[in-house]
């Protein structure tokens, strides 16, 4: 199946790892004229694993909350993980 119509990247078993482009490309439309260096890997996971909830807040809403990270987290690899973040985000909200 061809995904590039989908407007963003085709899994393969060699690029599964890589961080998506569309990160580049977002940042390239709204800023073009900057030079940005983009997040590395583990700047992005630092960014995610630095927030947390209260040891008060009940461990189910702390479960989607984890899930919601390990999303976010993947969607530097797979963009559109993001929007699932985003619904269980809400979903913890």
């Known amino acids: 199946m061809n995904t590039a119509a989908f407007g963003f990247k085709e899994l393969t078993a060699d690029n599964w790892l890589a961080p998506d482009r569309v990160w580049a490309d977002v940042v390239n439309a709204v800023l073009p004229d900057w030079e940005i260096q983009l997040m590395t890997g583990d ?7 630095d927030f947390d909830l209260l040891e008060t807040v009940p461990i189910e809403v702390r479960k989607l909350f ?13 963009y559109p993980l993001l929007t699932l973040a985003t619904e269980q985000l809400y979903r913890v909200t």
């Open 66 to 78: 984890a899930v919601a990270c390990g999303a976010i987290a993947y969607g530097y690899f797979f």
């Open 43 to 49: 700047t992005w996971i630092q960014a995610i694993l």
